[in-house]
């Protein structure tokens, strides 16, 4: 990564640790020395912060039911478009 880009599109997955450690780093160097992408970083920990507060959600069979049903429909049409 070039320091000349702000990180703002890398800040959730930053903190979700999903970037490779060089990365990683980077962003968090950046946001050291950048106060738009500390600012981006500040709200982006706001976030993960208002959804770990959420109570735990599961769908509903029904909605299980229908996506596996679409994958499957659309897995058999590339197959067959292939």
């Known amino acids: 990564m070039s320091k000349q880009y702000h990180v703002i599109d890398l800040v959730d997955d930053y903190l979700h640790d999903v970037l490779i450690a060089h990365d990683a780093?980077?962003?968090?160097?950046?946001?050291?020395?950048?106060?738009?992408?500390?600012?981006a970083l500040a709200e982006a920990r706001q976030r993960v912060d208002a959804f770990a507060?959420?109570?735990?959600?599961?769908?509903?069979?029904?909605?299980?039911?229908?996506?596996?049903?679409?994958?499957?429909?659309?897995?058999?049409?590339?197959?067959?478009?292939?």
């Open 25 to 39: 780093e980077y962003v968090a160097a950046h946001c050291e020395s950048c106060s738009v992408c500390a600012i």
């Open 53 to 82: 507060k959420l109570p735990p959600a599961e769908p509903s069979d029904r909605l299980i039911k229908r996506t596996l049903t679409k994958i499957v429909s659309v897995a058999v049409h590339r197959r067959r478009t292939s």
